[in-house]
């Protein structure tokens, strides 16, 4: 039996439904009790602190790193342009974006497969945020019976003061969140100067949407969303097989459970280690008990080993009766060592050969990636014609786009056809991680080519040296 955790469940019965057993009443909706976790000292909550610190310095931290004249890390929709440390990223490098995707899919299914919901746990917005909010609930309220016997009581002056200050706290980070989220997307300081002055109607809307989606999700829906909103939930049994590492309640030795005294024999009282003090349901963020084994909204996070452990030490039984293991490992009676060989299974290393694989091209190809792109467009409104001087020419657009952060200065060519040249300007300036659209105009001797298209190509080459250089492919048409 689960503790309760606040007010009881409200149960709404709809319209009968026939079965064996004749008409019953199948509810519908059940309301959900509020869960009022305990805090917890031990390995996994001080790993979860960890990933909280290290995920928000990074989150909070980088907007305002600067990489030259501008911010190391930007995504600038308005551009049309993606600034990622060194990298100047356009539209057309959107196999990039895709390429990441992937691996971060892949990855997710290695580590699922490894060691469970490892993500969910540890590092995924949603359990961060709720463990922000809810360390400032136990700073002002107090830890679990405190916030209990506050939310029962009536509106006393204390529960005033301190439910204001708690939402205070948790606006404040909610807005700094979302502030935070925006600057990723507008300079942030352009973005700090312009809320100050109220100016930039869509930012201050897309700081307050993400602002109070923080504040609604880590603050009010915690478990909820991922219960009922996430979708991992619900299908990462499809990537768990019985040598997943996941958080497990060994039955075998735990059975019967039942409470007793400190130093009595409860072997012989027919009694398993377990003593039903319900700490591992308190402690749990999504408040399930994992005596009940292996369930959907059970996120990793290990805060029920941590307090099983805690009563196993005061008890002075060996620690593990919760533990990170698999389910071959308790059935079959392994020992660590025979758990940790079977990590390595095959499905493990086929997905981290094509992890690696992955992970290696999208290194090179970002590494060997030319810092200038060429596009050619026919001018359609004068496919071919005759000009001064007995030349044919063809006439193209071509959109020059300078991938470094300093000015270029480039040559433009073309080879293809025997006495091709270019008539029009032969040289461009393009400014730091500009685009620029020149008219280029290409004439052969006429006669020299048969009538047909030809394949000819646009050579583009930077007058510095490691600038870049590309050759894109055209077509000259030579009319009948």
């Not at 200050?165 to 948790?170: E, N, T």
């Not at 990590?343 to 590494?367: D, E, G, Q």
């Not at 394949?455 to 055209?474: C, S």
Request: proline share 4%; net charge positive.
């Amino acid at each position: 039996m689960q503790p309760d955790h606040g007010k009881p469940r409200k149960v709404i019965p709809i319209t009968p439904v026939e079965s064996e057993g004749g008409l019953h009443e199948v509810p519908m909706f059940v309301s959900e009790q509020k869960v009022y976790s305990r805090s917890v000292a031990g390995f996994f909550s001080r790993w979860r602190w960890i990933m909280v610190f290290a995920t928000q310095l990074v989150f909070y931290g980088l907007p305002w790193l600067d990489w030259g004249e501008r911010q190391m890390v930007l995504f600038d929709l308005e551009a049309r342009r993606f600034y990622l440390f060194g990298l100047v990223l356009y539209p057309q490098d959107f196999i990039y974006l895709a390429g990441l995707l992937i691996i971060c899919a892949l990855a997710l299914f290695l580590f699922t497969a490894v060691a469970g919901r490892l993500w969910c746990g540890f590092s995924c917005p949603q359990t961060v945020y709720t463990e922000i909010f809810m360390w400032i609930e136990r700073k002002v309220e107090g830890d679990r019976s405190a916030r209990m016997r506050i939310d029962k009581s009536g509106w006393t002056f204390e529960k005033l003061w301190k439910k204001s200050l708690k939402q205070l706290l948790w606006i404040a980070v909610s807005a700094w969140t979302g502030f935070t989220f925006v600057g990723y997307f507008v300079p942030i300081r352009e973005l700090g100067m312009q809320l100050m002055a109220l100016q930039g109607g869509w930012q201050i809307f897309w700081v307050l949407f993400y602002g109070f989606a923080t504040y609604g999700n880590a603050g009010y829906m915690r478990e909820q969303v991922c219960k009922y909103m996430c979708p991992y939930a619900r299908f990462q049994s499809a990537m768990f097989d019985k040598d997943t590492m996941i958080v497990s309640y060994d039955a075998a030795r735990g059975e019967a459970r039942g409470p007793r005294r400190k130093g009595a024999d409860h072997q012989a009282e027919g009694l398993g280690d377990c003593i039903d003090c319900k700490l591992c349901v308190q402690v749990c963020p999504v408040g399930i008990d994992i005596r009940n084994g292996l369930q959907y909204e059970c996120i990793g996070c290990g805060l029920c080993i941590d307090a099983c452990n805690s009563v196993m030490d005061k008890m002075e039984y060996p620690r593990g009766l919760i533990r990170l293991t698999t389910q071959n490992a308790i059935a079959r009676g392994w020992k660590h060592v025979q758990t940790l060989r079977r990590i390595f299974r095959p499905r493990v290393l086929v997905y981290s050969a094509v992890l690696l694989a992955l992970s290696a091209t999208m290194i090179a190809s970002l590494a060997l990636r030319q810092p200038l792109k060429l596009d050619v467009i026919r001018d359609r409104a004068s496919l071919s014609r005759i000009v001064a001087g007995g030349k044919l020419e063809n006439v193209y657009r071509l959109q020059i786009m300078n991938a470094t952060e300093t000015e270029q200065r480039y040559r433009i060519s073309a080879t293809g056809l025997d006495g091709l040249e270019v008539t029009s300007e032969t040289e461009v300036s393009v400014g730091p991680a500009e685009t620029r659209g020149i008219a280029a105009r290409l004439q052969i001797p006429y006669g020299s080519a048969e009538p047909g298209s030809h394949t000819v190509y646009f050579n583009v080459d930077a007058v510095n040296a490691g600038a870049g250089r590309v050759a894109e492919k055209a077509v000259f048409l030579v009319p009948r």
